[in-house]
């Protein structure tokens, strides 16, 4: 892969040079200018990629860069990021933008953000030339062809018209293909972006909630507190509940598969989706009564169901029917499918269905014809995450005024004891639990205290490490710890390499993985480590050290069941 050009304007040095270290990893070329003549210069004698420019310079601002910058006809469409400290106010980000902004990046600069970003706007600039480059090559293949076809004779002009239809026919798979990847590519990269941010508003969640509990906990009883206090912890779990639609679009959230028989869930759940639709609505089954059980988290699926059947509803303004059917089909099946035995799971509306423009967008995040403060716009595409994440697909067919089906395909179960059975939570209360020394390691640093404070109000010992490097020098100093609570997204060593160093050289320490998603990597031996999602409560945290305590005292390894607490 060519490194591109990446112009960096700023006036400070450094700042350039804090720029030119955040960016230097992607690994292009990174060029500096320190006022508006020289930027101008590196676009005159080189093809830039992205440009990152400061608002506020002494010679010439930030604005009148851009705007002398997009009269250039080479560079109309380069991707220019504002860097700014000030100047971030509505109207100046909107003349910003009117400047020929594509974007802007708040100081202090969050070095993960600017490099997402910059990397974006390089990898969509490398494609572009990329389909420049072909688009010519094709081009000239044309031009050569058409004057071959023009230099032969009249006994050739047949096969000149069929090699024209032949052509605009390729011409149309051509633009079809490329519609296809760029939309591919579009819902890739808002999956990454998405699924970076529910992770990061995953960590303060936890802070919020767990302080917010521990408040409740310690203010004296007073009517009027208890009831903000109970305002804010709800609105925090709405926060908590949003992001998991995220990490289900973005294909982060973390699953719990297992063989689940369809129709035993579907009846656990008919009156819930019943009292959900209201009156009007008529529901109707057509499932297959030898139905093989299916691979999927039983909680997302019935999570999913309700989202449709609650579309399904809201596009039947006067009321219909809702049909679900389930049945292993290997006929109509996604191309997209790896081999193997799937179950097609469809709910269909006779509502007022969708245009193709609408349908074309249904599956993104926020995406919504319903009016203001009616939905988010996460429902179906928290659908389409969980059927991608699941191995398996989703299909949208729908037409105007013909209603809509959605199908789920999943794939079918071929270990029906895919994952071991939850303890009992009256074992896990019965686990005496002793004053522990607990090990908090996480770089958020309102996590790691929140974390803390929670252990200490369970009556343990908690030491809190912001990093994994001096968590193990903890241990190596021999300190008595009982425990260890880790994050696993962490600069220099990650939760998970942690984990496998201290079960190399401290057998029998327990380890519990604390995670804003899941990312863990494709290790068999950390393929059951006990896991928390955040956010947490306290009771769940409890619930953790209990099993991971228990586990100790039995010997017989939780680390090998993969139990999972928290809201994921």
């Given at each position: 892969?060519?490194?591109?050009?990446?112009?960096?304007?700023?006036?400070?040095?450094?700042?350039?040079?804090?720029?030119?270290?955040?960016?230097?990893?992607?690994?292009?070329?990174?060029?500096?200018?320190?006022?508006?003549?020289?930027?101008?210069?590196?676009?005159?004698?080189?093809?830039?990629?992205?440009?990152?420019?400061?608002?506020?310079?002494?010679?010439?601002?930030?604005?009148?860069?851009?705007?002398?910058?997009?009269?250039?006809?080479?560079?109309?469409?380069?991707?220019?990021?504002?860097?700014?400290?000030?100047?971030?106010?509505?109207?100046?980000?909107?003349?910003?933008?009117?400047?020929?902004?594509?974007?802007?990046?708040?100081?202090?600069?969050?070095?993960?953000?600017?490099?997402?970003?910059?990397?974006?706007?390089?990898?969509?600039?490398?494609?572009?030339?990329?389909?420049?480059?072909?688009?010519?090559?094709?081009?000239?293949?044309?031009?050569?062809?058409?004057?071959?076809?023009?230099?032969?004779?009249?006994?050739?002009?047949?096969?000149?018209?069929?090699?024209?239809?032949?052509?605009?026919?390729?011409?149309?798979?051509?633009?079809?293909?490329?519609?296809?990847?760029?939309?591919?590519?579009?819902?890739?990269?808002?999956?990454?972006?998405?699924?970076?941010?529910?992770?990061?508003?995953?960590?303060?969640?936890?802070?919020?909630?767990?302080?917010?509990?521990?408040?409740?906990?310690?203010?004296?009883?007073?009517?009027?507190?208890?009831?903000?206090?109970?305002?804010?912890?709800?609105?925090?779990?709405?926060?908590?509940?949003?992001?998991?639609?995220?990490?289900?679009?973005?294909?982060?959230?973390?699953?719990?598969?297992?063989?689940?028989?369809?129709?035993?869930?579907?009846?656990?759940?008919?009156?819930?989706?019943?009292?959900?639709?209201?009156?009007?609505?008529?529901?109707?089954?057509?499932?297959?009564?030898?139905?093989?059980?299916?691979?999927?988290?039983?909680?997302?699926?019935?999570?999913?169901?309700?989202?449709?059947?609650?579309n399904a509803r809201d596009a039947m303004m006067g009321g219909g029917t809702i049909t679900v059917s389930a049945a292993e089909d290997a006929r109509s099946r996604p191309t997209s499918l790896a081999p193997g035995r799937y179950i097609k799971i469809s709910v269909i509306d006779n509502g007022e269905g969708m245009d193709e423009a609408t349908a074309?967008?249904?599956?993104?995040?926020?995406?919504?014809?319903?009016?203001?403060?009616?939905?988010?716009?996460?429902?179906?595409?928290?659908?389409?995450?969980?059927?991608?994440?699941?191995?398996?697909?989703?299909?949208?067919?729908?037409?105007?005024?013909?209603?809509?089906?959605?199908?789920?395909?999943?794939?079918?179960?071929?270990?029906?004891?895919?994952?071991?059975?939850?303890?009992?939570?009256?074992?896990?209360?019965?686990?005496?639990?002793?004053?522990?020394?607990?090990?908090?390691?996480?770089?958020?640093?309102?996590?790691?205290?929140?974390?803390?404070?929670?252990?200490?109000?369970?009556?343990?010992?908690?030491?809190e490490t912001s990093a994994a490097a001096a968590a193990l020098q903890v241990l190596a100093a021999g300190e008595k710890v009982d425990l260890v609570i880790t994050d696993h997204a962490m600069p220099g060593m990650t939760g998970a390499e942690l984990a496998r160093l201290i079960f190399t050289s401290y057998p029998g320490l327990p380890v519990i993985?604390?995670?804003?998603?899941?990312?863990?990597?494709?290790?068999?031996?950390?393929?059951?480590?006990?896991?928390?999602?955040?956010?947490?409560?306290?009771?769940?945290?409890?619930?953790?050290?209990?099993?991971?305590?228990?586990?100790?005292?039995?010997?017989?390894?939780?680390?090998?069941?993969?139990?999972?607490?928290?809201?994921?």
């Amino acid at each position: 892969m060519n490194p591109v050009n990446i112009l960096l304007v700023d006036d400070q040095p450094a700042k350039l040079l804090s720029y030119e270290v955040v960016l230097q990893e992607l690994g292009e070329n990174l060029m500096k200018a320190q006022s508006g003549r020289e930027a101008l210069e590196h676009l005159l004698r080189n093809d830039i990629a992205v440009i990152l420019v400061d608002v506020c310079m002494p010679e010439q601002d930030g604005f009148e860069l851009v705007r002398m910058i997009r009269e250039h006809p080479r560079y109309q469409n380069t991707a220019i990021i504002f860097v700014s400290a000030v100047m971030m106010a509505e109207p100046d980000r909107l003349r910003g933008y009117a400047a020929g902004a594509v974007d802007y990046v708040s100081v202090p600069i969050v070095p993960d953000v600017l490099r997402a970003k910059v990397r974006v706007f390089a990898d969509l600039y490398r494609k572009t030339r990329e389909l420049e480059r072909l688009n010519g090559e094709l081009e000239v293949r044309v031009r050569e062809r058409t004057a071959e076809l023009e230099a032969s004779s009249n006994q050739l002009r047949r096969f000149n018209e069929e090699l024209e239809q032949r052509i605009d026919q390729r011409t149309k798979e051509r633009e079809e293909a490329l519609a296809q990847l760029f939309e591919a590519q579009k819902l890739d990269t808002i999956g990454h972006l998405t699924g970076g941010v529910a992770h990061d508003f995953n960590n303060l969640l936890m802070a919020v909630l767990g302080s917010l509990n521990l408040l409740k906990k310690r203010l004296p009883p007073d009517q009027k507190s208890e009831r903000l206090l109970g305002n804010a912890i709800q609105a925090a779990e709405r926060g908590a509940s949003l992001t998991q639609r995220l990490l289900a679009f973005a294909r982060r959230q973390e699953l719990k598969p297992r063989a689940v028989d369809f129709s035993q869930l579907f009846e656990s759940i008919e009156d819930l989706l019943g009292k959900s639709l209201g009156p009007g609505v008529d529901v109707r089954k057509d499932i297959a009564t030898d139905l093989p059980p299916l691979l999927v988290d039983s909680n997302q699926l019935e999570l999913a169901l309700l989202n449709l059947f609650v579309n399904a509803r809201d596009a039947m303004m006067g009321g219909g029917t809702i049909t679900v059917s389930a049945a292993e089909d290997a006929r109509s099946r996604p191309t997209s499918l790896a081999p193997g035995r799937y179950i097609k799971i469809s709910v269909i509306d006779n509502g007022e269905g969708m245009d193709e423009a609408t349908a074309a967008r249904a599956t993104e995040p926020f995406f919504t014809t319903k009016g203001l403060g009616k939905g988010t716009g996460l429902g179906l595409s928290m659908v389409h995450g969980l059927a991608a994440q699941s191995g398996g697909a989703l299909s949208l067919s729908t037409a105007k005024g013909k209603g809509t089906t959605v199908s789920l395909w999943l794939p079918v179960a071929q270990d029906q004891s895919t994952l071991a059975p939850s303890p009992e939570s009256s074992s896990l209360a019965s686990v005496a639990l002793r004053s522990l020394n607990v090990l908090v390691v996480d770089d958020d640093a309102l996590v790691c205290m929140g974390t803390a404070a929670m252990l200490e109000d369970m009556g343990h010992v908690a030491t809190e490490t912001s990093a994994a490097a001096a968590a193990l020098q903890v241990l190596a100093a021999g300190e008595k710890v009982d425990l260890v609570i880790t994050d696993h997204a962490m600069p220099g060593m990650t939760g998970a390499e942690l984990a496998r160093l201290i079960f190399t050289s401290y057998p029998g320490l327990p380890v519990i993985m604390a995670s804003g998603y899941a990312e863990l990597p494709d290790d068999q031996e950390l393929a059951g480590l006990l896991r928390l999602t955040k956010p947490f409560t306290q009771q769940q945290l409890e619930a953790a050290v209990r099993l991971a305590i228990a586990d100790v005292a039995n010997t017989a390894g939780a680390r090998h069941y993969g139990f999972s607490f928290g809201t994921g």
